[in-house]
């Protein structure tokens, strides 16, 4: 015997599909601010490198690519915490607070001062250029 199933489709309010349309708008637009971010800090830190900066830390240079890498993790981090938030206040306290804290290891670690301005300034250009693109696409709460 079997039993009978139901199903509760609901009808989706106009406020569940304009945050649905804003958070599948949000990939590409992340995406190029991640870009442009990861170019950014790239060009800040190959300018560091050819006045004499050294970038190191505990005496190992650090590529360009990484300061690009770390630049596209950051984004798709804040890709997956906007949409695990999906709310403009929530987001922006959670991602200033997290880049905050990242800053942490770019002043303890680096072995000179130069080095250690220039990775605090490239986490505050990534900062800048990624949280606003991603934030502009979240609601509001109500």
Excluded at 108 to 124: E, F, N, Q, R, S
Aim: glycine residues 2%.
């Amino acid at each position: 015997m079997s039993l009978p199933t139901t199903s509760l489709d609901l009808p989706a309010t106009s406020s569940d599909t304009t945050t649905a349309r804003r958070l599948r708008s949000l990939l590409p637009t992340a995406m190029l601010a991640g870009a442009a971010a990861a170019a950014a800090t790239v060009v800040v830190a190959a300018s560091a490198q050819a006045a004499d900066v050294s970038l190191e830390v505990d005496g190992k240079a650090i590529p360009l690519t990484a300061f690009a890498f770390w630049t596209i993790v950051a984004t798709f981090a804040g890709v997956v915490l906007a949409a695990v938030v999906r709310h403009r206040r929530r987001f922006l306290a959670a991602t200033l607070t997290l880049t905050a804290l990242s800053i942490v290891p770019s002043i303890v670690a680096p072995d000179d001062t130069a080095t250690t301005i220039v990775l605090v300034g490239t986490h505050l250009l990534a900062a800048a250029i990624i949280i606003p693109a991603i934030s502009n696409r979240l609601p509001t709460e109500k």
